[in-house]
């Protein structure tokens, strides 16, 4: 008698799997390095918005400084002040203190990266994936937003005592040119901020740029300082600004002696210039060498 058979089971096909997502940029999906790099600096620029959204006395507090210089310098000196060459000293002045908030802006750089350091802020983002030249480009283009909140609220200052700016083309090029530089002492101000040891120093910075401002052509035109202090401020960075937006703005401008005041123009895009090729790549290699 034979054994009874027993049919072999159907074979059960596996039910069919998902593709997996396809993974291009530090593990993340479905887009390229280029796109997660312009999201992750959107993110960083969000939060720093954010924090000024939340405490906008800190934009006030930036300001306090150059609205009491203009208002000090304007209605105390403006009457016993001159220019060389003629002309209202307060149109002579206020292009100066334009250049002197873009000027000190870099210490606020410096100032909120140090505490990001200290607070653990920056070593989350290191811990995320995130590229990591988005938290320091997320940390400019904050920076520079912030930046024509504060032009225009001086501005607006200055248009309030009486300061009345040639329109067109110029006035644009003279605002550009303010931000250019402004965009060029961020990178300082990163680099500063990753490097210092603590938020204390970082305030400390405010010692090495208020003599930087004053040895310029914000206040005074160099011909009135002595000869060897006049160099020294002809080729400051900061009077070739200073200078380029006065002759934008058509205010008054002292009589071109010297080959920086001849050619402010120049100098006021150069001199930012050489200072972004010097600082960035400083301000992104101390960032990297943190996140090792």
């Known amino acids: 008698m034979s054994a009874p058979t027993v049919d072999p089971e159907p074979a059960v096909e596996p039910a069919p799997t998902a593709?997996?997502?396809?993974?291009?940029?530090?593990?993340?999906?479905?887009h390229g390095r280029v796109f997660w790099v312009i999201a992750d600096c959107w993110n960083v620029v969000r939060r720093g918005l954010t924090h000024y959204r939340r405490q906008p006395i800190s934009i006030v507090w930036q300001l306090g400084f150059p609205i009491l210089s203009v208002l000090l310098y304007g209605y105390v000196f403006g009457k016993s002040m001159r220019v060389p060459g003629?002309?209202?000293?307060?149109?002579?002045l206020m292009p100066g203190m334009f250049v002197m908030t873009m000027a000190f802006g870099f210490v606020n750089t410096a100032t909120i990266v140090v505490?990001?350091?200290?607070?653990?802020?920056?070593?989350?983002?290191?811990?995320?994936?995130?590229?990591?030249?988005?938290?320091?480009?997320g940390r400019g283009a904050t920076d520079l937003i912030v930046a024509c909140v504060e032009l225009g609220i001086m501005m607006g200052t200055a248009y309030g005592m009486g300061w009345r700016p040639d329109g067109g083309i110029g006035f644009a090029q003279a605002f550009g040119l303010?931000?250019?530089l402004r965009f060029a002492l961020i990178w300082l101000g990163v680099w500063l901020g990753l490097t210092v040891p603590g938020p204390e120093a970082a305030a400390g910075l405010f010692a090495v740029v208020f003599p930087l401002t004053m040895i310029s052509s914000i206040?005074?035109?160099?011909?009135?300082?002595?000869?060897?202090?006049?160099?020294v401020a002809l080729w400051n960075p900061i009077s070739s600004t200073a200078s380029a937006a006065r002759e934008l703005f058509g205010a008054p401008t002292?009589?071109?002696?010297?080959?920086?005041?001849?050619?402010?123009?120049?100098?006021a895009g150069a001199w930012p210039a050489?200072?972004?090729?010097?600082?960035?790549?400083?301000?992104?290699?101390?960032f990297q060498r943190l996140s090792r």
């Open 219 to 231: 206040f005074v035109s160099p011909q009135l300082m002595p000869h060897w202090l006049g160099q």
């Open 178 to 180: 303010l931000l250019w």
């Open 254 to 267: 002292a009589v071109a002696a010297s080959w920086p005041e001849q050619h402010a123009l120049l100098l």
């Open 86 to 92: 003629g002309g209202d000293y307060k149109e002579y």
């Open 274 to 286: 050489l200072l972004t090729l010097l600082f960035l790549p400083l301000a992104v290699g101390r």
């Open 19 to 30: 593709p997996p997502r396809r993974r291009t940029y530090r593990g993340r999906p479905q």
């Open 115 to 137: 505490y990001d350091s200290k607070k653990g802020v920056i070593d989350r983002f290191r811990s995320m994936p995130m590229a990591s030249s988005a938290v320091v480009a």
